[in-house]
């Protein structure tokens, strides 16, 4: 079965747990967390304390996507607020491997991610470390941009790679998802959807059972 991972960045943060919940109870079964620097990303978004606070909201996977500077230096944190998956940006790390396995270390899930621009065999030496792979399919650091149609072909490329490397890791996909793309993007080979404003714009339980329909139908 497909997974959808809502995106945090894109609800309504005065109602934050409410919004969760309801996303929850509608049947997904991540709940997408974009941790952001400042530095790695222009912008800044939250951080450890409100991870730990949501946790008290959920029990479904945390997957939190870490846009900073070596992350390393905050996985032991993120781990113990309640994180699941931690995924972390190749481009972001002066050691990808060490990182990985320092999320490990602390019993949690781990991803490696790539933006747009990055070569996706920059992913070969860490196919046989991670859960996950991400693909961004828009620059991170702002939500509401639209897909860069060139993810397609990159998506397709990942799912081989790990299937050529004999690989069960999960192809996740971030930025620009709506019902119009979805599928597509399915077919493609990811398996894992991240989905921001058009779950958390308008009705968010209903726009979630709707989207995991299609995603499933």
Do not use: W
Not at 50 to 73: A, G, Q, Y
Not at 99 to 104: A, C
């Amino acid at each position: 079965m497909n997974i959808l991972a809502p995106s945090i960045l894109a609800a309504d943060f005065s109602r934050l747990g409410e919004q969760i919940k309801a996303v929850d109870e509608a049947g997904a079964q991540y709940i997408h967390i974009d941790v952001m620097d400042g530095m790695f990303v222009p912008n800044i978004s939250y951080g450890i304390p409100v991870v730990e606070s949501l946790r008290k909201v959920t029990d479904k996977v945390f997957d939190v996507h870490l846009m900073i500077e070596e992350p390393i230096r905050y996985v032991k944190a993120f781990a113990e607020a309640g994180a699941d998956m931690i995924s972390v940006h190749i481009e972001a790390c002066s050691d990808v491997s060490e990182t990985l396995n320092e999320i490990r270390r602390y019993g949690k899930k781990c991803a490696v991610v790539i933006k747009p621009g990055t070569p996706v065999a920059e992913l070969t030496p860490y196919l046989s470390l991670v859960d996950m792979v991400l693909v961004m399919s828009v620059e991170p650091g702002m939500g509401g941009q639209h897909f860069m149609s060139g993810a397609f072909e990159r998506i397709r490329m990942v799912r081989q790679m790990l299937n050529d490397a004999g690989s069960m890791a999960d192809v996740e996909v971030d930025g620009g998802i709506n019902e119009g793309n979805v599928r597509d993007i399915l077919a493609a080979g990811a398996n894992v959807i991240v989905a921001g404003s058009k779950i958390f714009h308008g009705n968010v339980a209903e726009n979630t059972r709707n989207f995991i329909s299609l995603m499933n139908g």
